[in-house]
């Protein structure tokens, strides 16, 4: 999977074991885009993931605030995956964070494994166009060609959409 890493599997488990983890590393390379972010709106962001609720209840956003600051940052920033800065209590993601967000992005957007995503694409595709040919009624409607390309086409935007959700990782692999 990965290669050169400078993190062990363990580590990396043992980051990702915890949620809140997870969302500071998730919304410093998605949402924040590498940009350094006050901890106050990183701890907003998370507890309204946490709760749904926008602006989420203060006694989250405490909790929030007070285990990332405590714990979290901390621990992150000892492993080289974020830039903590305690004084100013603002936070930014480091290049060594992509190593861990590779495992994130594991995940399609439906919660799918992308393997389980394409297999299962590759397996509707195959039976619409079987039915077609088949001319099972409503099915049969619609050219098999048609379907095939239609299909192709849904491969082609999914790998798209799952090459550019690792772009960061290939631009630092590949450039």
């Known amino acids: 999977m990965l290669r050169n890493r400078s993190l062990p599997e363990s580590v990396v488990y043992d980051i990702l074991a915890n949620s809140r983890r997870r969302e500071t590393i998730r919304h ?39 285990s990332l600051h405590q714990t979290h940052l901390p621990k992150l920033a000892e492993l080289g995956i974020v830039e903590y800065n305690l004084e100013a209590r603002t936070v930014s993601v480091r290049n060594s964070a992509r190593e861990v967000d590779q495992y994130l992005a594991l995940l399609s957007p439906s919660g799918l494994t992308w ?61």
């Open 28 to 66: 410093l390379t998605d949402t924040a885009g590498g940009r350094t972010v006050s901890l106050r709106k990183l701890s907003e962001a998370i507890a309204t993931d946490e709760t749904g609720q926008s602006p989420p209840p203060r006694p989250c956003r405490e909790s929030v605030y007070n």
């Open 115 to 175: 393997g389980e995503y394409y297999r299962t694409l590759g397996i509707v595709s195959l039976l619409a166009v079987v039915t077609s040919l088949a001319e099972i009624p409503l099915v049969d409607s619609v050219d098999p060609l048609l379907w095939a390309s239609g299909f192709l086409v849904a491969f082609a935007l999914s790998v798209t959409y799952q090459l550019w959700s690792v772009r960061w990782y290939l631009r630092q692999r590949f450039l």
